[in-house]
């Protein structure tokens, strides 16, 4: 994402989390669209030939790229927010009852129909430091759970 004041915000406090508070009810879909947007994934894997359209497969097709931004710490770190964040995106479309929630510290995470919340952040930053566990792999343990 290209919001001005974010990008401000990021070059006074560096490497530190984005956090999102407080969605309502109302604003739900519109919080979803923006944890969605992941625009760094979207761009890697574009120049790589892979269509992030928010299928399972494609999940997959993200294991497959070649780790190149672990070379760049300041890549590194937004890129397991983005993986994380296009991770919970394929989840709340594809496992049913599944929805974003917000921890009070703004944490996104998926809530699960039975309750239980998946930190899709961590394993996004998990992957994009060493490629473990894939994010379709991943999926795959959380859908069945």
């Known amino acids: 994402m290209k919001i001005p004041f974010v990008d401000q915000w990021r070059k006074r406090h560096g490497d530190a989390a984005l956090a999102v508070f407080g969605p309502g009810a109302e ?13 760094l994934l979207r761009t ?3 120049d790589a030939g892979v269509e992030l359209d928010d299928s399972i497969a ?15 710490a300041d890549a590194l770190h937004w890129l397991g927010n983005d993986a994380g964040l296009y991770l919970g995106t394929v989840m709340v479309h594809h496992v049913p009852g599944a929805a974003w929630a917000i921890w009070p ?12 919340d998946i930190d899709v952040v961590e394993a996004g930053h998990a ?13 795959a343990e959380t859908a069945e759970s």
């Open 58 to 72: 494609s999940l997959a097709a993200l294991d497959q790229l070649v780790p190149r931004w672990r070379e760049d």
């Open 44 to 46: 890697q894997a574009d």
């Open 127 to 139: 992957w994009a430091e060493s490629g473990a566990p894939e994010l379709s792999q991943f999926y």
């Open 105 to 116: 510290d703004g944490q996104p995470v998926v809530r699960l129909a039975s309750g239980r």
């Open 27 to 39: 604003d739900a879909e519109g919080v979803a669209e923006l944890l969605a947007e992941c625009e």
